[in-house]
């Protein structure tokens, strides 16, 4: 089955460390948490068809439950929390939908101006949710749209400097920053941040790996990007740091992979989904978890590294 990974993301790099694994085997999925869980939707089936699978991950007892599926399958789709509830968005269609975990249901709520599908980078600012790249009508974009749970609207906004699919996101010190991807030249590296205050966006120093695919989050006011593809699987898990306008390498990944999505609970980042092989490709059987420890050059305890590596 797919893994699921947490990182303890603090100053230095770290070690990885095993969960349970995902009841259903999935790529290409979203994560997000709400109320200390970890929510996985849709996706793909391994290399078969998309699902509506919804499954919820609660740190505290490592353990999975079935929640309500999506109100249809999809996949390269994204979600988000905002104002305390769950959104489901993209992949390859322009609805949006909302989860009430009360009551275990899906709601419409206004479409997106655009699909993002082929995996948008995600935001969230001060309750509102942004989302910039990804594909519309087969074709990469540099759009950005942002979604007003209040008044339930999308508003679009400056475009991005690079079009592009596959890409990640995450908000540190309320800007939103977007890296790596494909579908136009120098997509695979480019990290550029939007400033809402100033509706613009800004490039900065360019990731050290070329790379789709990948998942990213922010923890302690830097931006973590994992794994990803091109031109095949990557294990590298890089750090910028917006101070410094930097990059430094950490511990790689068990398992290079691709396809996943990253969710945050305090200062530990957990990978949802992946795929073994570039493209679509059969889930793994396992699950990881990564922690990343204080130290100047990250390494794996004792056996660790072989043990993931072996099972994965």
């Known amino acids: 089955m797919f893994s699921v990974a947490a990182a303890r993301a603090q100053s230095g790099g770290g070690t990885w460390q095993r969960l349970a694994p995902m009841p259903s085997a999935r790529q290409e999925v979203a994560a997000a948490v709400l109320n200390g869980k ?36 999809n ?39 655009f699909q993002h599908g082929g995996t948008a980078a995600v935001g ?24 007003d ?14 079009a592009r699919d596959h890409c990640a996101g995450a908000v540190i010190n309320g800007k939103f920053y977007v890296v790596a991807g494909r579908g136009s030249s120098g997509a695979g590296n480019a990290l550029e941040v939007y400033d809402p205050a100033a509706n613009s966006w800004s490039r900065l120093a360019s990731m050290p790996t070329v790379r789709s695919g990948v998942a990213a989050a922010a923890v302690n006011g830097e931006l973590w990007v994992f794994g990803g593809e091109i031109p095949g699987l990557r294990p590298e898990v890089e750090v910028y740091n917006p101070a410094t306008n930097s990059w430094r390498r950490v511990a790689d990944m068990p398992t290079p992979r691709h396809g996943i999505s990253a969710a945050v609970i305090g200062n530990r980042i957990y990978l949802a989904g992946v795929a ?23 390494t794996f305890p004792p056996g660790s590294e072989s043990r ?5």
């Open 38 to 73: 970890v929510y996985v939707l849709g996706g793909l089936e391994g290399d078969g068809p998309a699902t509506a699978t919804v499954e919820a991950y609660n740190p505290n007892t490592n353990t999975w439950e079935a929640v309500r599926p999506l109100p249809f399958a």
């Open 75 to 113: 996949h390269h789709n994204s979600a988000a929390v905002a104002a305390g509830k769950l959104y489901s968005f993209g992949g390859f269609a322009t609805a949006t939908f909302v989860y009430d975990p009360a009551n275990d249901t899906w709601s419409t709520v206004q479409s997106m101006t």
């Open 124 to 147: 969230v600012i001060n309750d509102k949710i942004y989302v910039a790249g990804g594909t519309h009508a087969g074709t990469s974009i540099r759009a950005l749209e942002v979604y």
């Open 149 to 162: 749970p209040v008044a339930n609207t999308w508003s679009t906004r400056a475009q991005m400097g690079v």
């Open 276 to 298: 073994r092989s570039r493209g679509s490709a059969p889930p793994m059987s396992t699950k990881c978890s990564s922690s990343i420890a204080k130290r100047p050059s990250p």
């Open 308 to 312: 993931l590596t072996t099972t994965c």
